[in-house]
C-alpha cells in the first residue's frame, strides 16, 4: 500500500512540475509578446509599453477577464488567461499621476472581484508590475 501511495505522490509532484513549467513558460512568451524586449528610449515620441498581471489576493492564481482602464491615457486592455494586459501609450505627452480602474466584466465565469481604483506615477507604469484584487463577498 505504502509503494502505491508513493507513485501515486511522485506522480502528483510530476504534474505539478510540468503545469509550472508550462505556467512560466507561458508567461514568458507572453511578456516577450507584448513588451519585447527592453527598449533604449532615445526620443521622447517613441511609444511605451505599459504591462501588468493581475492576480487573486487570496490565491495569488492569475486572473482572466478584467477591464483594465486608464481615462488619464484613453487606454483599454481585458486580461488574457495568464492574467496579463499590456496597451502601447504614446511617449509624447502624458500626466504625472495616472488613474487605473480595474473591473470584472465576465461575470461570475472566472470568479467575481471588486472593482480597483488606484492612482500610479506615469514613471511607475514603465517597467512591468503586478496589481492584486480582492475576490467579491456581496451577493
Known amino acids: 500500500m505504502k509503494l502505491i501511495q508513493k507513485i501515486k505522490d511522485k506522480k502528483q509532484q510530476l504534474i505539478r ?5 508550462f505556467s512560466a513558460t507561458a508567461l514568458m512568451f507572453v511578456f516577450q509578446a ?3 524586449m527592453p527598449q533604449n528610449r532615445m526620443s521622447p515620441d517613441e511609444d511605451i509599453i505599459i504591462m501588468a498581471t ?7 492564481q492569475p486572473v482572466e477577464g478584467l477591464a ?3 481615462p488619464d491615457l484613453e487606454l483599454e486592455a481585458t486580461t488574457d488567461s495568464a492574467g496579463v494586459f499590456c496597451v502601447s501609450v504614446d511617449g509624447a505627452e502624458h500626466p504625472n499621476q495616472v488613474q487605473l480602474l480595474v473591473n470584472d ?7 467575481r472581484y471588486e ?7 506615469y514613471d511607475d507604469l514603465l517597467t512591468p508590475f503586478e496589481l492584486q484584487v480582492r475576490p467579491h463577498r456581496g451577493k
Open 54 to 60: 493581475i492576480t487573486d489576493m487570496e490565491t495569488g
Open 17 to 21: 512540475f510540468l503545469f509550472g513549467s
Open 105 to 111: 466584466v465576465d461575470g461570475t465565469e472566472n470568479g
Open 115 to 121: 472593482t480597483l481604483d488606484t492612482n500610479f506615477t
Open 34 to 36: 507584448c513588451y519585447g
Open 68 to 70: 483594465v482602464n486608464f
